[in-house]
């Protein structure tokens, strides 16, 4: 499995951190930027890559996007069509996203999390699987039905 990460200047940080603690756990990462620290940056374009990759390859890949609040990264993540980020701030909320929803996209708060909360919440969403429970899978394709529509609906529509 894939994991790709991504991170703006106020997750830059933790970003770092996450990528050397998912490398130890025997995973291939690969890290779609911000590569160094740039004040300047946007969120919008590493959550946007992250999500495509992960849109992409969704059966064989996972992505974890940092920005300070993670709400920025988690609305871009969710626009993508195969993704289901979750913006968890408890290992316990960690946990749910896998078990009941499948999150394959996680969004984190840098400004709301120390780097040992954030390895609790990244360790357990990795050791979680899909529960499988039939009551799981039917609201999940309720979403995916969801999606769909959504998507065939404002195809070529733009609120700017």
Same mark, same amino acid.
């Given at each position: 499995?894939?994991?790709?990460?991504?991170?703006? *200047?106020?997750?830059? $940080?933790?970003?770092?951190?996450? %990528?050397?603690?998912?490398?130890?756990?025997?995973?291939?990462?690969?890290?779609?930027?911000? $590569?160094? =620290? +740039?004040?300047? +940056?946007? =969120?919008?374009?590493?959550?946007? %890559?992250? !999500?495509?990759?992960?849109?992409?390859? =969704?059966?064989?890949?996972?992505?974890?996007?940092?920005?300070?609040?993670?709400?920025?990264?988690?609305?871009?993540?969710?626009?993508? $069509?195969?993704?289901?980020?979750?913006?968890?701030?408890?290992?316990?909320?960690?946990?749910?996203?896998?078990?009941?929803?499948? !999150?394959?996209?996680?969004?984190? !708060?840098?400004? @709301?999390?120390?780097? +040992?909360?954030?390895?609790?919440?990244?360790?357990?969403?990795?050791?979680?699987?899909?529960? %499988?429970?039939?009551? *799981?899978?039917?609201?999940?394709?309720?979403? @995916?039905?969801?999606?769909? !529509?959504?998507?065939?609906?404002?195809?070529?529509?733009?609120?700017?």
């Amino acid at each position: 499995m894939v994991i790709y990460l991504g991170a703006d *200047h106020n997750g830059f $940080k933790l970003k770092e951190y996450i %990528e050397k603690l998912v490398r130890g756990m025997g995973y291939e990462v690969i890290d779609v930027g911000n $590569k160094e =620290y +740039d004040a300047n +940056d946007d =969120y919008p374009d590493y959550a946007g %890559e992250v !999500a495509r990759l992960v849109s992409q390859g =969704y059966e064989s890949s996972r992505g974890i996007l940092v920005c300070g609040s993670g709400v920025g990264v988690d609305v871009v993540a969710n626009k993508f $069509k195969n993704v289901r980020s979750a913006l968890v701030f408890t290992s316990n909320q960690a946990y749910d996203s896998r078990n009941d929803d499948n !999150a394959n996209v996680l969004s984190l !708060a840098a400004n @709301y999390l120390s780097e +040992d909360e954030a390895k609790k919440i990244v360790m357990t969403w990795f050791e979680t699987p899909f529960s %499988e429970k039939d009551s *799981h899978k039917r609201r999940l394709q309720k979403v @995916y039905r969801i999606e769909k !529509a959504t998507f065939r609906e404002t195809e070529g529509n733009s609120q700017f």
